[in-house]
């Protein structure tokens, strides 16, 4: 059966790999989600999940979280990752920073990746892109020590924009540049890989959390829905 929203079909997604919040609530942490106790990683905005399969076939050693708002891609990352027999992933169809503020516990993230997160082009909706220093307070406090936030995108204005934040106390840089055109050994993601085809530069950032940083058991500001572009808040 099909459950109409206003904005999208949603298909029922049956598969071992799926997540609904339900059974994320009763298993109180998402680190009970997978058969192998590892450290855990998250993808934001996993799309059709070609990044994440890639990533977590050469990294049994992590577990995944893949995280994203769209039915239908989260649909196509299940069958992904089912084909693959992947265990290492689980995908939940989840606001981000909700299942961040809402599940997760500080310093529980390996790693954090956002590649071509939505770019909101047109100038008045810059404010609804998802990068910001509230959003860089909570990579930070949900990062552990050493761990790594990656951020691609193909919008040169988007990579400026997010390199203004930095220096950003708790996050160093890891590259000689804010930002760089080539992540040696970094998989593509289905748009990166259509916006590469296409000769479209992409810039990449990899930011690590700084092993001693005072105050970072404090957590971030909270996040609600009335403050979320996508779920109703947000400039117009
Ligand atoms: C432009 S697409 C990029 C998809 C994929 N990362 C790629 O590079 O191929 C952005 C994706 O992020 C998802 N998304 C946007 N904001 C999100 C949020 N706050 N939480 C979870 N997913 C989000 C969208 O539904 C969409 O699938």
Redesign the pocket.
Known sequence: MLEKTTTQRVIPIESPSFVREEHLREAGNPVFLFPRRCPLAM??????G??IVQLARRRPDLNFLA????NQ?CLKTCRKVDRQQLDNIRVLR??????MTRYLGPASLEALY??????WPKKRHHPRR?VNAGFLEMVRYFLAAGGEFFF?TDFSDYAQQVAALFPFPGLDNCLPAPCVSRLEGYPF??????FSESGQPLYFMRYRKASRFPGSELAPPPFSASN?P?LGGGAA
């Open positions: 993808e934001i905005g996993c799309g059709t070609d990044f995280v994203d708002i769209y891609g989840m606001e981000a920073r909700y299942l956002l590649n071509c997160p939505d770019p998802l691609c993601s289905k748009y990166m890989r259509n979320s996508l």
